[in-house]
């Protein structure tokens, strides 16, 4: 796959023009998870959460006590700042 075509080409170019509205929607839909999960699953949520909140751009030491404080609704306020 060297040679992509126009229409792969077209579909690459938009993920990374709307990689940060994916991200915002992941991590959206990744809060509603960390409601309904325990245990190992919810560190699998968290995992995720801080990968996308590092491809938005925040702050490693901001993800790190969002993910020791195990409180989603932080990560949830923090949402509407990235949004703009």
Do not use: C
Request: glycine share 2%; charged share 25%; hydrophobic share 35%.
């Amino acid at each position: 796959m060297n040679n992509p075509t126009r229409h792969q080409q077209k579909i690459i170019r938009n993920f990374y023009q709307n990689r940060e509205s994916i991200a915002v929607q992941r991590v959206q839909e990744l809060i509603t998870e960390l409601y309904l999960s325990a245990g190992k699953q919810r560190q699998k949520h968290w995992k995720n959460i801080a990968t996308h909140l590092e491809a938005l751009g925040v702050r490693p030491d901001r993800i790190e006590h969002l993910v020791t404080s195990d409180k989603p609704e932080l990560v949830a306020n923090l949402l509407p700042k990235l949004m703009k």
